[in-house]
């Protein structure tokens, strides 16, 4: 991440200050923040980054029936936990900090940028914290959320099975009570990321199953918190838990985060604790997956920023080639950065890299305000606007983070293609965001099919109204006007249309549901489209009292960026909104034996 960037991001665009306002945030400021921020950049470049080849060679194996990782993992996780990244969010009481999680969530992106699998142990450890703190009884949140904040403990999410990967109505891990209140539990659980190691005195999994009372389908899961080892009188790890590691998945990228195949059950008692209430637990797991779909949306944006800077860098100093009126072979070649073709491949990645974490920080941002904004009513809104933000950055950001790591790969040309470069890795790593946690025809039929109703259309017309803010403030600013007006165009044909898919949906929801993917590429394009015309006017306004060349040309690379946006990608939208418009049912209408 550059450093100019995330201020420009959070003080100058976000003016994230207002927070210190707070009681929560009393006695914070830039200064504190700021060094926090630092301390993640550092612990990145020294810990985290280093390793990000080491370990996509050397993936987990199992010897002896224990995995083996790469043995720059563990301390890369014990530097993140000291520095206490683990609570940072978290109350004084329990060992945090307090920090705002716009903050926490800027320091965050330094280690997914630097590297993505080995951060995906803490990411997934501080999302069971949050569950459990949110959801458990005081005696879980005692037991388990110290060890969980100060990185003895690990956390996991057991959902999919062998049979049923994203569809959670068909699970079917079997919980039985016993007479001392806890469950018993039988069952397979399958692509479990960092579900079995040797890094942590302990692992808890969040574990969705059935008890035997269960209804069918989604309203019959419950959610149990299952450690590793059970805890013995004075809360430290004593004997197995009947958790046996069946085996390994062997992936294309992110092969630094080990993925399991999990028997619970097998030769001996699994037990576990009902976490809130019998048959609530996809809503409490709905707390850990949508907080892992907004990190899904941010690792995404972090290795395609990462990706940007790497292919930047190489088309800086690479000599390729002359001007396409360059007649002369004698002449000396020219860096690539000099060809138009190279600065739009240029440009398409920092578009989606520095768009896309402007975006996932406007998130982290509704967070805060959803959890400590004095104003009732302001905080159910966050959390309205987060509900229909939350599919696009998981799915639109994942996306477009893959088509920005193919460029960076393209920028390299052959060598790109090849292991001496890192940008191939990016793209493998990268590959699987669009896919774990929801994939994204999941989430766009979630947005369409649930969102855009939410709250009797209160979300998408929060959706509406943070778009017609921009445009005011863009029509003043002479330089950006015909800009507002592009998006204001748009944002009401995607209103009125909106307004249509609402009706259509109550009359023929399969036929309508089936054009999922176009109205999420619609918003997702509509949304990257604001959010770079709302910085343009930020860039605007600093720009009038810039010093120095290097300032000047960092804000003029955020007006041109913003240009480029609407003149190469919100285009895009054009015609996924006229094939909504005219119920094109090809795709609903095609049958499986005639393919």
Excluded at 64 to 75: A, D, M, Y
Aim: charged content about 25%; proline content about 5%.
């Amino acid at each position: 991440m550059r450093e100019r960037d995330l201020a420009f991001l959070l003080h100058d665009h976000l003016g994230i200050a207002r927070l210190a306002e707070r009681a929560r945030f009393a006695g914070q400021d830039r200064e504190v923040w700021d060094a926090v921020i630092e301390t993640a950049r550092h612990i990145a470049a020294e810990k985290f980054r280093p390793h990000n080849r080491a370990a996509d060679l050397d993936e987990p194996r199992i010897e002896n029936g224990r995995v083996v990782v790469h043995p720059e993992i563990g301390p890369a996780i014990a530097a993140f936990s000291a520095a206490g990244f683990a609570a940072a969010h978290h109350d004084e009481a329990l060992g945090g900090m307090q920090l705002p999680w716009v903050v926490t969530q800027a320091a965050f992106a330094h280690f997914q940028a630097a590297n993505l699998a080995t951060v995906a142990y803490p990411f997934l450890t501080i999302a069971a914290g949050n569950l459990i703190a949110a959801h458990g009884s005081e005696s879980q949140k005692q037991r388990f959320l110290p060890p969980l904040t100060d990185g003895r403990f690990f956390g996991t999410m057991m959902l999919s099975e062998p049979h049923a990967g994203s569809s959670l109505s068909d699970v079917q891990t079997l919980a039985k009570p016993l007479e001392d209140g806890t469950w018993s539990l039988s069952g397979t659980k399958m692509w479990i990321s960092g579900g079995a190691h040797e890094m942590a005195e302990n692992i808890v999994h969040l574990v969705l199953a059935r008890t035997p009372d269960a209804p069918p389908g989604v309203k019959g899961l419950s959610l149990f918190l299952v450690p590793r080892y059970r805890l013995d009188a004075d809360g430290n790890p004593a004997s197995e838990n009947g958790i046996v590691l069946a085996g390994l998945n062997h992936k294309m990228g992110y092969r630094g985060t080990v993925n399991t195949v999990i028997n619970l059950g097998e030769g001996a008692p699994c037990i576990g604790e009902l976490i809130g209430a019998r048959h609530r637990g996809l809503s409490y797991m709905f707390h850990m997956m949508n907080e892992a779909r907004i990190g899904v949306g941010s690792g995404a944006v972090a290795l395609a920023y990462t990706g940007y800077l790497h292919s930047l860098d190489y088309a800086r100093t690479r000599p390729q080639g002359r001007h396409p009126d360059g007649k002369d072979a004698s002449s000396p070649q020219i860096p690539l950065i000099e060809h138009a073709d190279i600065r739009r491949m240029l440009l398409l990645q920092k578009a989606v890299a520095e768009g896309g974490l402007a975006l996932c920080l406007e998130a982290a941002l509704l967070v805060d305000d959803q959890r400590t904004h004095p104003d009732e009513a302001v905080r159910r809104d966050a959390g309205l606007l987060l509900d229909f933000l939350t599919p696009v950055i998981k799915s639109f950001l994942s996306d477009r983070a893959l088509e920005a790591n193919d460029a960076a790969i393209q920028i390299h040309g052959g060598a790109g293609y090849t292991r001496d470069f890192p940008v191939e890795q990016f793209w493998r790593d990268n590959r699987l965001n669009p896919i774990h946690e929801g994939a994204n025809g999941i989430q766009a039929i979630d947005l369409m099919g649930r969102k855009l109703g939410q709250a009797d259309g209160r979300s998408f017309e929060l959706f509406r109204e943070d778009n017609s803010k921009t445009v005011a403030a863009a029509k003043m600013v002479k330089d950006l006007t015909g800009l507002a007006e592009a998006l204001e165009t748009i944002s009401d044909r995607f209103a009125k249309l909106a307004e249509r898919l609402l009706g259509a949906l109550r009359d023929d929801p399969r036929r309508t549901l089936a054009n999922a993917a176009a109205f999420m590429d619609a918003a997702g394009y509509i949304c990257l489209a604001r959010v770079w015309l709302d910085k343009a006017v930020t860039a605007e306004d600093l720009l009038a009292g810039a010093a120095g060349a290097e300032e000047k040309a960092f804000l003029t690379g955020k007006l041109e960026t913003c240009r480029f946006v609407f003149a190469w990608l919100l285009p895009r939208a054009e015609p996924l909104l006229g094939l909504l418009e005219s119920g094109d049912d090809t795709v609903f209408r095609m049958r499986g034996e005639s393919f």
